[in-house]
């Protein structure tokens, strides 16, 4: 299975800020954005990663993340012009993706709690069709909406209805077959000129192949695109590290699924010195190994 970090856009809600520097380089607490979708995508066993990026930020996303080979990935990078749409990503992906299914989360999610390595583990098991991830909001005429079948089969999905079916909302975490890449390539362009991610998983619904994981309270999920959310964010990340829980750290996620060791771990550790996610690598190479990657993992 291939993934793919789309983290493009122009962060128009975020600016002056991101008019010098990318969403997905600013950070949230102790790491930077994109760490958080790299470390689910490591949870969902996934380590061929291709990251898409607008040109002005892919030197230094490179820069930070590298080939991907000190947590065992392979990472690449490819470039979106301008904000065509999430579902373009499919199309700026495809030789990447080839023959494979793929799991596509956007850049600015951050997903974390207990189970949640077990839904990833069902929605990567699923050979056929697409899985998204739902999770229950107070308003959700400000999301794409989907109603669920008692089956975890969707029903009904709509983009910010205004008397929405459901309070379900679905976030920005998508697994897909390879039919996807064909979907997305005879997408026509909404009123507002973007291929949209709604319409593929509509396409799916339509042949009966739309699953749902419902992501129940006791896992977290933000979506950080404002100065307020920003904040939430990283307090929340802040007190989840007080109690000894990793959330984002790549490491823990690469070390969990055997792509490093002790000794990768170590060299991380010393590399990034007195910092915060310094101190939490050298608190997690003394955890215990089995502790669970993404939902709630321990770093001390």
């Not at 839904?119 to 998204?132: D, F, N, P, Y």
């Not at 992501?215 to 109690?243: K, P, Q, Y």
């Not at 996620?253 to 050298?282: D, F, M, N, T, V």
């Given at each position: 299975?291939r993934?793919?970090?789309l983290?493009?856009?122009?962060?128009t809600?975020?600016m002056p800020?991101?008019?010098?520097?990318?969403k997905?380089?600013l950070?949230?607490?102790?790491?930077p954005?994109i760490?958080y979708?790299?470390?689910?995508?490591?949870?969902?066993g996934?380590?061929?990663?291709?990251?898409?990026?607008r040109?002005?930020?892919?030197?230094a996303?490179e820069?930070?993340?590298?080939?991907?080979?000190?947590?065992?990935?392979?990472?690449?990078?490819?470039?979106?012009?301008?904000?065509?749409?999430?579902?373009?990503a499919?199309?700026?992906?495809?030789?990447?993706v080839?023959?494979?299914?793929?799991?596509?989360?956007l850049?600015?999610?951050?997903?974390?709690?207990?189970?949640?390595?077990?839904l990833l583990?069902?929605?990567?098991?699923?050979?056929?069709?697409?899985?998204?991830f739902a999770?229950?909001?107070?308003?959700?005429?400000?999301?794409?909406?989907?109603?669920?079948?008692?089956?975890?089969?969707?029903t009904?999905?709509?983009?910010?209805?205004?008397?929405p079916?459901?309070?379900?909302?679905v976030?920005?975490?998508?697994?897909?077959?390879?039919?996807v890449?064909?979907?997305?390539?005879?997408?026509?362009?909404?009123a507002?000129?973007?291929?949209?991610?709604?319409d593929?998983?509509?396409a799916?619904?339509?042949?009966?192949?739309?699953?749902?994981?419902?992501m129940e309270?006791?896992?977290?999920?933000f979506?950080v695109?404002?100065?307020?959310?920003?904040?939430?964010?990283?307090?929340?990340?802040?007190d989840?590290?007080?109690?000894?829980?990793c959330?984002?750290?790549?490491?823990?996620?690469?070390?969990?699924?055997g792509?490093?060791?002790?000794?990768?771990?170590?060299?991380?550790a010393?590399?990034?010195?007195?910092?915060?996610?310094g101190?939490?690598?050298?608190?997690?190479?003394?955890a215990?190994p089995?502790s669970p990657?993404?939902a709630?993992?321990?770093?001390?």
């Amino acid at each position: 299975m291939r993934g793919i970090v789309l983290a493009g856009g122009l962060g128009t809600r975020l600016m002056p800020t991101t008019l010098a520097v990318g969403k997905q380089l600013l950070p949230i607490y102790d790491k930077p954005t994109i760490y958080y979708p790299l470390s689910t995508l490591a949870c969902a066993g996934v380590r061929d990663i291709l990251f898409i990026t607008r040109a002005e930020d892919r030197a230094a996303t490179e820069r930070l993340l590298g080939n991907g080979s000190q947590w065992g990935m392979r990472i690449e990078y490819a470039l979106q012009h301008e904000p065509r749409g999430i579902a373009d990503a499919f199309l700026i992906a495809r030789n990447f993706v080839g023959g494979e299914r793929c799991v596509l989360i956007l850049g600015d999610n951050i997903f974390h709690g207990e189970g949640m390595t077990a839904l990833l583990r069902s929605a990567r098991e699923r050979k056929e069709g697409a899985t998204v991830f739902a999770r229950r909001v107070p308003d959700p005429e400000r999301y794409g909406v989907v109603s669920i079948a008692p089956t975890g089969h969707a029903t009904r999905i709509e983009e910010k209805p205004a008397a929405p079916q459901s309070d379900w909302a679905v976030t920005g975490l998508y697994f897909y077959d390879n039919a996807v890449l064909d979907i997305a390539a005879g997408l026509a362009p909404s009123a507002r000129g973007e291929l949209e991610i709604t319409d593929v998983n509509a396409a799916y619904l339509e042949r009966g192949q739309l699953c749902v994981e419902r992501m129940e309270s006791g896992i977290h999920w933000f979506d950080v695109g404002t100065n307020d959310s920003f904040l939430d964010a990283s307090i929340w990340v802040r007190d989840c590290a007080r109690r000894g829980e990793c959330v984002g750290v790549v490491e823990a996620a690469a070390l969990q699924q055997g792509w490093i060791g002790e000794s990768e771990l170590r060299a991380a550790a010393r590399r990034l010195g007195k910092s915060g996610y310094g101190a939490a690598l050298a608190r997690l190479i003394s955890a215990a190994p089995d502790s669970p990657c993404g939902a709630g993992a321990r770093s001390a």
